[in-house]
């Protein structure tokens, strides 16, 4: 792996459709970078401007302003060398025509530079695609597959995938994120776009969540979980509702608490629920002292945190 080197760079990149900045903003003045030899994964919503960060990187289309350097060059000017250098799956794949999927794949192999004998077929099994089958039989999951195996054959230093697992069975998707894990112990870079945080925080290092065309925050998986949102159950033998809610009354990070007594009235116990954002720490030390008889600390719910920060951001634009 190289390390320390920067496979992709943005810098105040703006995108925007129609010739004034006023039109409509698809990025809006995005700062990025992806270190060489990781995987790092773009989440948002819809029209949140994944399919157009990655079509600059490609030169499909050019900022309206900033700078953006992918390998050391910039798109615009790097050419086909550069593109070679580029294993690239489009958000929306299409193809059609009586062709094979093997003479497709032998025809982008002419442009792309040397694919090593047996790749395509290994990758092609792999994936569970036949590739003697004319393109426009082969069903939508079928043709991603064919894509995936375009942008992997010829090992290229950068993969971008727009939505990669989109239209595959979950098995498929398995054999996808170990082909991404291989990509990066092979020390190449792979850039992937998704809607859904589950199948990225499989296999990215970081993560950019991005929205409305700005980045809400760009974060490792691990802390991305460490600042989640967790719910937590509590049960105290020797504690008043009262003692509980003051004991807890000053953590900031905690919420959503709720103070109930349940058993007989003599020796009944005190149960608590409640989330807790990010550090847990507060919350334990605070119900330390206390006979704690049941305890839950439940996994952070990422897709929850993330929702959130969407939220977050939504309001923050008000
Ligand atoms: N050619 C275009 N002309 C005008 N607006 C466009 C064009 N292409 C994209 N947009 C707008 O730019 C914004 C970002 O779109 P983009 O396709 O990058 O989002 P995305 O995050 O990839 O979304 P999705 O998950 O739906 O694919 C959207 O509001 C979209 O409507």
């Known amino acids: 792996m190289t390390t320390g080197s920067t496979a992709i760079e943005l810098a105040g990149v703006s995108k925007w459709y129609g010739r004034l900045p006023s039109g409509h903003s698809a990025l809006d003045s995005i700062d990025l970078s992806v270190e060489a030899g990781s995987v790092f994964g773009m989440i948002g919503p819809n029209g949140a401007g994944k399919t157009t960060t990655m079509r600059l990187l490609l030169d499909i289309i050019r900022p309206s302003a900033g700078s953006i350097r992918v390998l050391g060059s910039e798109p615009k000017s790097g050419g086909p ?3 070679r250098r580029i294993g690239y799956l489009p958000g929306e794949l299409r193809l059609e025509g009586r062709v094979t999927g093997r003479s ?3 025809h982008y192999a002419r442009i792309s530079g040397p694919v090593a004998p047996g790749a395509i077929d290994g990758l092609a099994e792999r994936l569970g695609v036949e590739l003697d089958r004319p393109v426009r039989t082969l069903s939508k999951g079928n043709k991603q597959k064919l894509g995936l195996v375009q942008a ?6 950068l993969l971008v995938l727009d939505e990669p697992t989109s239209g595959l069975d979950p098995l498929v998707q398995r054999e996808f994120l ?15 776009s998704s809607h859904i945080l589950s199948e990225i925080q499989q296999v990215a290092d970081s993560v950019a969540i991005l929205r409305a065309g700005r980045i809400v925050t760009v974060s490792s998986v691990e802390g991305l979980r460490q600042s989640a949102v967790r719910r937590v159950r509590a049960g105290f033998a020797d504690a008043t509702p009262g003692a509980v809610e003051v004991a807890l009354a000053g953590i900031p990070n905690l919420s959503d608490l709720v103070v109930k007594v349940s058993g007989r009235a003599a020796g ?26 049941d305890l839950a600390i439940e996994e952070p719910d990422l897709e929850e945190s993330v929702l959130k920060m969407y939220g977050a951001e939504a309001r923050a634009e008000r």
Not at 181 to 189: H, K, L, N, P, S
Not at 280 to 292: E, G, L, R
């Open 104 to 106: 497709l794949l032998q």
């Open 152 to 157: 992997f054959m010829h090992r290229p230093p």
């Open 81 to 83: 060398e550069l593109r």
């Open 268 to 293: 009944g116990v005190t149960d608590i629920t409640a989330t807790v954002g990010g550090d847990i720490d507060a919350f334990v030390k605070a119900i330390a002292a206390f006979t704690i008889v």
């Open 178 to 192: 170990a082909m991404v894990r291989e990509a990066r112990d092979a020390g190449q870079t792979v850039f992937l």
